[in-house]
């Protein structure tokens, strides 16, 4: 427990790092049971558990630490217990499901945390609908007591909602008539897209504080089942039992454990795990990560990469991305701009790649490999300039490669330069690039780069598995811009003090634009236009001026609004 | 010219009313050139005519009041004449196309001034592609000189391109590294979803203050052709023939008229047309607008609709719904529900509506049709909460009952009222609610309505024709509550105070993501995804406090930016 922000227009530094890492024995706010294919999730926060001061977790509460022990949960299902088909969501409180996100948290949060902290737990949401969709494991929300709010958000993202009718029990989004924002954690996205809740209603339900019961929230759709108190927990197991008899998840399985993820972490900021290297440069604001390809030969087959488990290159690189990618996003905000480097063997990165991309159908590849699309969508989605830097020794290859069209743009080394005599920058696509790692969109990223010239994706799937030098590389429209050693230095330079010299907000607000071209998901319309929306209202005196509502919340006094309308 | 605006973050209060009614001959900035089959309209905007004193409107920079002039240069053109088949668009000075919004207006402007002027450039920029896709009159821009910020995202919304190769002329958007906002009128989402350009390529556009000349514009796909400068001129009414040669409008006929909008605003407020009132209730924040279905019977055919011209109640109600819209908008921010009531004759609204539905291939039939599409549109993306109340008396059927589906949610009075012998509340759905009337989304209202449940809208269909009293509306899910007369009065008026203690941004945002479920078009995406992030930075004080690049602008001192990204 440390200081906690101060001024929410203002932004405040915190005093410690916030970390990401945690493992169940030091969760705080759930525990989980396993039986078999079901498994019962119960959510229990400790009051005095919060992640800052100033704060008590009542009700059920949540914080950014209650939503790092959930990722984690969620995460560990997939790898660590293959066996699990079915999921249960449940309180382990006697009246209340969950109350939501602590208003008293993002009362008093800054703006830069608040933001982020919404972003981490709406990528946690979907990681349950991404368990139905990709292992078949069903989550199932069992709601006894109020489920308002955050909570009723928790209970959206799972696949199957079940409410107790018991005259008390109710599903409630309570957020704009009781705080002035919006359930902006997906609410209003899956009120409208997933449960195609009809518009009128939809409206009356988010205008409601006291929300819906029994029958009549599964007449507006809010709910998927209504059951008789009395019978409520023996038809959630029969539910559950059900939903895991049609799950094709493998039996007989072995999960992998998710070992501990060493880092070091300097005084300068500088992060150092096995296979990935952060280091910081606070004056030009800037954060260059540095990938390692693998050093040991790719697994034999697939036992052998079971046999590796969390030590698998492939494997460890992505939860030490995942973490780098997590840790500067809550950490370092005053680093705008994030380099991704690589450093490796082409071949030996293709090697690996080509063990989960050959075993698809293998739960473990297959994990690994819908981990790494999560991993390259939380990179898509984080609010920092991203540029690669395709250097001679590089190693982007396959998903490396995935990077060079995730970031907002790339530079690569064409031609010798004096004095290095590492092998020339080269990429190489592989069957990774061309279907296995979507974007929200759905689409991958060569096809999103090239929506107005599709020819060009067949033209670079033709060249898969070629060594690409810069030269081929900017033909194929694959780098933005590829400089020989005259100008190299130079043009890295220029640009990164150029976008050291812009405002982050409209880095921002560009970025959000720019990396979503095509169609629209439920996934882009909860980071697009929800979430803006609801980054627009945390900026407004309504929600956070002196007194605004979510400052005078718990006061007994309500909001006092200025009644113009934008 | 009267007072401004004063502090950007706090607003201030309009002390003359902003008029969209205008003709040709009052415009100030626009000049039209009628040749046959092409017009030419010059962007030549008047200095000194600026809507609100405290900036010069120069370089072809706009406000309000030229985009004003531009909304009714594009209307006339599809009334008055019809014999137009392809538009060019081009600046009336000689070395600019057009700087984009004035900064020094946008620098000065309320927030709420801000928002609503950039939500009415983006619908009139639609106009042109709707000009395209619904009447065959293709918008060409032919680029002579600078064209920056809102200048190239006037172009975007044309439908083809031209970039003279003279050296100096240039598209740009220079936004973000110059004023640190974004080029929000629609500018990102046409870059990545009309031109579909590269996204990398995006990003170094978006981020040069210069802008890209010649070859380059076409190779990133910026413009569709660049000329050689000699061969400009000529190229350009060439195209613009071809156009207008493969254009299916109609030869050989005769415009109508728009004549001047009657409207007369008393000192309370209230407003006046001849089928419509608004009144304001000051006190209780809510507008009621009265729409008056026609006293007279429906033209007994298409010729006599084309004599009736502008005096027919079927367009003069559509000119009047969007006058009395745009005015609450823009004069009006504090009346923050607007309450739709309907009076008149059921049967005689579907004669009217008929008219143009059975004649939909008659270019004048067709556009009215097209313009109540506008208008619904309007009524849709209008940031006030909506309701309607169906009452005894009224007449809501066809495209008056598609009112009921755009608001965010209605009440309809049930059975007998005790001294009211007015008709019992009847609602009839006909051909007009399922098809020619779609929103932004593309989907119908009723279609948006029942995206989760379908078969209500082939049930709906079934009643097409057939008087709907509350208990059916209600039954078919076509109005949200109906009341008798022992519960209509206090319900009415509960929901209208708690509306009214609400907070206005939370409204504003839960109504951006609730009216729009379903598919996402560009349309949606403009106003959503990049209104909300473009609203979000007009609140930022990198953007807009005293050290921000809206304020600094012009004074030779960059903005200074807190470095922290959110």
Redesign the interface.
């Known amino acids: 427990m440390h200081a906690y922000v101060s001024d929410p227009l203002e932004?405040a530094t915190l005093t410690e790092r916030i970390d990401f890492r945690t493992d169940p024995s030091r969760y705080k706010h759930w525990r989980v049971e396993y039986d078999g294919p079901v498994a019962t999730v119960f959510m229990d926060v400790d009051e005095q558990g919060s992640l800052f001061d100033g704060y008590e977790l009542k009700l059920n509460s949540y914080d950014l630490g209650v939503d790092i022990e959930l990722a984690d949960v969620v995460q560990r299902m997939r790898f660590e217990h293959p066996e699990v088909r079915a999921v249960v969501l449940r309180s382990g409180k006697e009246r209340v499901f969950c109350a939501g996100a602590n208003i008293r948290m993002l009362g008093g949060a800054a703006?830069?945390h608040k933001?982020?902290f919404c972003k981490f737990t709406n990528e946690t949401r979907n990681t349950f609908e991404a368990a139905g969709r990709e292992s078949d494991q069903t989550w199932i929300s069992a709601i006894r007591g109020a489920c308002a709010g955050g909570g009723y958000e928790l209970a959206l993202a799972t696949d199957y909602i079940m409410l107790t009718d018991d005259g008390a029990s109710s599903v409630a989004l309570p957020?704009?008539?009781l705080?002035?924002?919006?359930p902006g954690t997906g609410g209003?996205?899956r009120?409208?897209?997933k449960?195609?809740?009809?518009?009128?209603?939809?409206?009356?339900f988010?205008?409601m504080e006291e929300g819906v019961r029994g029958k009549k929230a599964k007449e507006w759709?809010l709910v998927d089942e209504v059951v008789q108190n009395s019978k409520f927990e023996e038809t959630v197991m029969e539910r559950a039992r059900e939903f895991a008899a049609r799950s094709k998840r493998p039996t007989d399985v072995k999960g992998i454990a998710l070992t501990p993820l060493e880092r070091k972490i300097e005084d300068d900021g500088s992060v150092a795990y096995s296979h990935l290297t952060v280091s910081i440069d606070r004056d030009a604001?800037i954060g260059t990560l540095v990938i390692k390809g693998p050093e040991v030969d790719a697994p034999s087959n697939i036992e052998e990469l079971h046999k590796q488990g969390a030590e698998a290159w492939i494997l460890k690189l992505a939860r030490e991305l995942d973490d780098a990618i997590l840790h500067l996003r809550l950490n370092e905000?005053?680093?705008?701009v994030l380099a991704f480097k690589s450093e490796g063997d082409l071949d030996k990165v293709q090697a690996h790649e080509n063990v989960i991309l050959s075993n698809r159908d293998d739960w473990f590849a297959g994990e690994i490999l819908h981990y790494w699309k999560r991993v390259l969508k939380r990179l898509d989605l984080t609010?920092?300039s991203l540029v690669a830097l395709v250097e001679h020794g590089s190693c982007f290859a396959g998903l490396l490669a995935e990077i060079l069209f995730a970031?907002?743009?790339?530079y690569m080394m064409e031609d010798e330069f004096e004095g290095d005599d590492r092998p020339t920058a080269t990429v190489v696509l592989t069957d990774g690039n061309f279907g296995p790692f979507p974007m929200s969109n759905d689409l991958t990223r060569l096809e999103?780069?090239?929506?107005?010239?599709p020819q060009k994706v067949e033209e670079a799937k033709a060249k898969a598995g070629v060594s690409l030098e810069a030269a081929d590389a900017n033909e194929l429209?694959l780098v933005?811009f590829a400089f020989d050693e005259v100008d190299w230095e130079d043009e890295v330079r220029i640009f990164l003090e150029?976008?050291a010299?812009?405002?982050?907000?409209?880095?921002?607000?560009?970025e959000?634009?720019?990396?979503?071209?095509?169609?629209?998901t439920m996934e882009t319309?909860i980071f697009?236009?929800?979430t803006?929306?609801?980054?627009?209202?945390f900026?407004?005196p309504?929600?956070v001026g002196e007194s605004?509502?979510l400052q005078r919340y718990g006061t007994g006094v309500?909001?006092d609004?200025?009644?113009?309308?934008?």
Chains 1, 2 share one sequence.
């Open positions: 932004g703006h830069s933001v982020n957020e704009v008539p705080l002035a924002v919006l209003l996205t009120v409208t897209d449960r195609k809740v009809r518009r009128d209603l939809a409206d009356v988010c205008s759709r604001g905000m005053e680093i705008g609010s920092r970031v907002d743009r790339s999103t780069r090239f929506l107005g010239e429209g933005t150029e976008r010299s812009f405002s982050p907000d409209a880095m921002t607000g560009m959000a634009n720019l990396r979503f071209a095509g169609p629209e319309r697009g236009r929800l803006a929306w609801q980054n627009w209202i900026q407004r309504n929600a605004g509502a309500r909001g609004y200025a009644k113009e309308r934008v």
